[in-house]
């Protein structure tokens, strides 16, 4: 079975600071892997995706996660915070059409 | 492109009230997907449907029917409302099961802006 671990249910960084959520995954398969952006009263957005390519993978608005296999991790990674990325993040295991999603990570960005 | 459209997008109801969220895609996708989404829970699975005439349930299915119309369409419907279903509900489709042996990668998500509903 699939199952997906968000470590932090509440991130907090000043404006200008490194970002990073932390996601660990079980599966039985070789993996894809997401992160998913959700700003307030909004839906889902894609923000980057792992298909067994390269394990650094780039996002949308400066992004990064690192696939590590032997640490069934992907976490997610941003060099400077900027106020626009206060946000819901999910991280989603798939294989095939069926997807889990972790329980998300709220990140707050201070002036 | 409008990708996914969901409506309504907000809706009260009373307790043993019916309704149907409606939801169509323009992108060709294959297989479409209802979520509800829960503080701290993540996005939870209601149903699913791998083409049309297809469906399969989900994680959460007690108290929801859905229908996929077509290629395009797939309703969910809330036949006696209860205050447990009080929440956000998202649809969303991907290209799985994907042509010509593409690569298993190429199957992501696009969700719909989603629909909140409160039933008291």
């Known amino acids: 079975a699939q199952s997906v671990t968000q470590l932090d249910s509440h991130v907090s960084v000043s404006e200008g600071t490194p970002v990073l959520l932390r996601c660990n995954y079980s599966s039985s398969y070789s993996p894809s892997l997401f992160w998913y952006v959700q700003h307030p009263n909004k839906g889902l957005q894609l923000l980057l995706k792992y298909t067994s390519a390269a394990t650094l993978v780039k996002g949308i608005n400066g992004f990064e996660a690192e696939f590590k296999k032997s640490e069934t991790s992907f976490h997610l990674t941003k060099p400077s915070a900027h106020m626009s990325d206060a946000a819901e993040y999910f991280c989603v295991v798939t294989y095939g059409q069926n997807f889990v999603f972790g329980p998300g990570t709220r990140l707050s960005v201070l002036p | 492109n409008a990708g996914v459209t969901q409506t309504p997008k907000f809706q009260v109801l009373k307790t043993g009230q019916s309704m149907t969220l409606q939801c169509a895609q323009d992108m060709n996708h294959n297989s479409m997907y209802w979520y509800r989404q829960d503080p701290g829970m993540g996005l939870r699975l209601i149903y699913y449907?791998?083409?049309?005439?297809?469906?399969d349930k989900g994680e959460v299915p007690n108290g929801y029917n859905v229908s996929r119309l077509n290629k395009r369409e797939f309703s969910l419907r809330l036949e006696s409302a209860a205050p447990s279903q009080t929440s956000v509900y998202f649809c969303?489709?991907?290209?799985?099961?994907?042509?010509?042996?593409?690569?298993?990668?190429?199957?992501?998500?696009?969700f719909g802006a989603g629909s909140r509903l409160t039933v008291l």
């Open positions: 969303a489709s991907s290209p799985y099961p994907l042509a010509g042996g593409l690569f298993s990668g190429a199957n992501v998500l696009t």
């Open positions: 449907s791998a083409s049309e005439g297809t469906t």
